[in-house]
């Protein structure tokens, strides 16, 4: 009967570790856009951004440590289900950059966007207040290019102000990260 206990005991032990393992994973398995259904306002990218738009951001390094300041003026246009986003940043050592998305919603509502530093699609979905996008871009650093994927979240906080923050990995390993605040400006 001892015997019976203690295997018994052995395998409850075995299972509590393996179902503990399964919650912590669970746990690590981060949030999904569709946490964000019911959340308002209910951001629409192409009624958001159409028009001017400015934002100011940072890239910080994995440690935390702020290396890059920018400001950004966004300039949308709309026509039908395209939305094209030309981006006109300024960084705090004084050299600029422009990037111009063209994104196009899906019959789903989801966004598929191309931009010339960003390799293929980037693919967004939204709910609720966010829209959480993925895509690989060709990042200058120095004299070299090199690929990090980009895991970007947006959130809509009113009418005319949106939060993005955005992970950087290459191979799989967080190297930064991005912050933006988006004012949109009054009509």
């Known amino acids: 009967m001892g015997a019976m206990f203690s295997s018994l005991r052995s395998g409850l032990l075995r299972w509590s570790g393996v179902l503990s393992l399964a919650w912590l994973l669970g746990g690590c398995a981060g949030q999904q856009v569709s946490d964000y259904a019911g959340k308002t306002p209910v951001f629409d ?19 935390g440590e702020v290396a890059r300041r920018f400001h950004v003026v966004v300039t949308g246009s709309v026509a039908g289900d395209t939305l094209t986003l030309d981006e006109r940043f300024r960084y705090d050592d004084g050299q ?17 966007g191309r931009a ?11 709910a609720g207040n966010a829209l959480h996008w993925n895509y690989t871009l060709l990042l200058p650093v ?19 102000t949106l939060v993005n923050r955005t992970s950087m990995r290459k191979f799989g390993v967080e190297v930064g990260q991005v912050t933006l605040f988006f004012r949109k400006e009054q009509p």
């Open 45 to 63: 990218p192409a009624r958001f951004f159409q028009g001017r738009t400015e934002a100011w951001g940072m890239f910080q390094k994995r440690g």
């Open 116 to 126: 010339g530093d960003v390799i293929g699609e980037a693919l967004g979905q939204t």
């Open 142 to 160: 120095d004299d070299k290019q090199y690929e990090v994927q980009m895991d970007d979240w947006m959130y809509q906080m009113d009418e005319r």
């Open 96 to 112: 600029t950059q422009t990037r111009v998305w063209t994104l196009v919603r899906q019959s789903d509502g989801s966004w598929r």
